[in-house]
């Protein structure tokens, strides 16, 4: 971006005229983006956060959001100025308690220059007051705010924080999360994690949420609307918080009969992954109209849309498997999602074979023979898909079929191995692609780099030599039970 490019003469006359020490000529700004080639925009450069603070109030019929973050952040390079990404109109910035001056620049930059610059390795406070009609705002064209007929939510990925909090817009800048929120009473505020207290004054109604493990900016979610909070434990002692617009109508029993099992499926599924990672599990389900469901940390939103068909377990399990593979082990860059997909997919493979309705077997090899060699979706290579196919059928069934090849290729043993010890080699980290390939490699004791490349890189239809335990071609195949279940957990058309 032009603003960044500073010629160093320019910086050397600046700190002249500004009388700022001779060294502080080191002091730049800070990137306007983390640097993941998919989004260039996304998260910023130079700081990295631990803790967001966000207190908020919330007026469902103006659809007015007024809020204060206070961010807790640590600079990596010495700083003269930095940006948060964000979309409300703010009123006030302190760094540190000093006012800071800032401005909103292209898309969602909001470009703040503290008093004085800030050297690498400072701890810093950002506290940023703001306030704005979240659906009226947008960058690139579009807004992921979704207004309910009782009030709104934020859920949506790659990218919702910009619509309700200021953040370093990245996976791969995890932080824990307090979120207070004052809704008109008789109004339910839904966030991620522990429900630490809920109070009552002036006709307002303050609900405190914490997310006291580090969590991935598009995992963070606020609905604000009239819910039925339900609350219950798992078998294994999870503590389970669900909430239910009152507005579902005819979805309702459904939805229920669904995210109802959250806690049994978490179980099931800690059998395959290790024990659950979070503190709180459950899922919400807002009156909207969107049709995808995601994996909101510890907290899954769902679309009524979901169960419009009856129950569907299945999206409960595939939101819940990212609960390990996505939100505890996050990606590095946006390329590495066939690390969220695939692995959510395969979950839903196994919870396939567990109902008896079609086997992991079954499941990969309608993947593999349904879609000819000069089928289109061979073309998308589910290890770096590229940003406009990262919601591909591709990345999500030939995600998993790939699983399913190195299942094929490793063996049971070893397969389960690296199932259940990823999320604890990396956990509430972050991790790419690479780094699951040669973890695969280590436990398994076997090459895979032809595997994961026929799989994951290559825009082909992988060979039979890639595909050993698959049925081959022109085998007759009746579609699994559950194909259409698993199919409609997919991402599905954006907004
Ligand atoms: N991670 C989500 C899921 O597979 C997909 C979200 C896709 N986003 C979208 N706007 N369609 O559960
Ligand atoms: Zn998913």
Redesign the pocket.
């Known amino acids: 971006m032009h603003r960044r490019i500073i010629a160093p003469g320019a910086l050397a006359a600046a700190s002249l005229l500004l009388a700022i020490p001779a060294s502080a000529a080191s002091y730049s700004p800070g990137a306007p983006g983390i640097g993941d080639p998919y989004y260039p925009y996304y998260g910023n450069g130079g700081y990295d956060v631990s803790h967001y603070g966000l207190r908020l109030r919330y007026q469902p019929k103006t659809d007015e959001l007024q809020g204060t973050a206070t961010i807790k952040a640590r600079t990596t390079q010495d700083l003269s100025s930095f940006d948060l990404d964000f979309l409300l109109d703010v009123s006030e910035v302190r760094v540190n308690g000093v006012k800071a001056s800032f401005t909103h620049a292209e898309q969602h930059e909001l470009v703040i220059t503290p008093k004085r610059p800030l050297a690498k390795g400072t701890p810093i406070t950002v506290e940023v007051r703001y306030s704005g009609v979240p659906s009226t705002k947008s960058a690139y064209g579009f807004t992921?705010w979704h207004r309910t007929p009782d009030g709104a939510v934020a859920a949506?990925?790659p990218e919702s924080a910009w619509w309700w909090f200021p953040s370093n817009d990245h996976p791969s800048d995890k932080a824990t999360y307090d979120v207070s929120v004052s809704v008109p009473k008789g109004t339910q505020a839904i966030s991620n994690g522990a429900l630490r207290s809920v109070s009552s004054k002036r006709g307002w109604t303050e609900y405190s949420w914490r997310q006291d493990r580090p969590q991935a900016t598009y995992l963070a979610t606020l609905a604000l609307g009239r819910f039925d909070i339900t609350t219950s434990r798992s078998g294994r002692g999870v503590p389970v918080i669900n909430a239910y617009s009152t507005d579902l109508g005819a979805n309702d029993a459904a939805a229920r009969a669904s995210v109802e099992r959250t806690g049994e499926i978490v179980d099931w599924l800690s059998n395959y992954f290790g024990p659950y990672p979070f503190a709180t599990a459950g899922g919400y389900v807002p009156n909207t109209t969107?049709?995808?469901?995601?994996?909101t940390q510890t907290r899954v939103y769902y679309s009524p849309k979901q169960f419009a068909k009856g129950a569907n377990p299945s999206v409960v399990v595939?939101?819940l498997a990212?609960q390990w593979y996505?939100d505890d082990v996050s990606l590095k860059g946006w390329k590495d999602i066939w690390l969220?997909?695939g692995f959510?997919t395969y979950a839903q493979w196994l919870w396939s074979e567990h109902e008896g309705q079609g086997t992991t077997r079954q499941l990969a090899d309608q993947v593999y023979s349904a879609h000819p060699a000069d089928d289109p979706f061979w073309k998308v290579a589910p290890g770096d898909p590229g940003p406009d196919d990262q919601?591909d059928d591709a990345v999500?069934d030939r995600g998993a079929a790939a699983i399913q090849a190195l299942r094929d290729r490793v063996g049971d043993h070893a397969f389960f191995r690296i199932l259940k010890g990823w999320p604890k080699a990396h956990a509430y980290g972050n991790a790419s692609v690479a780094d699951f390939e040669k973890y695969a490699e280590q436990i398994s004791g076997k090459p895979l780099a032809g595997l994961f490349d026929a799989w994951l890189y290559q825009p082909v239809k992988p060979a039979a030599s890639a595909a050993r335990g698959f049925a081959a071609a022109g085998t007759p195949l009746a579609q699994p039970k559950s194909w259409k279940a698993v199919e409609a957990?997919?991402?599905?058309?954006?907004?």
């Open positions: 992921t949506d990925e969107t049709g995808y469901a995601l994996e595939h939101e990212h996505g969220n997909e959510a919601f999500y957990a997919h991402g599905g058309p954006n907004r």
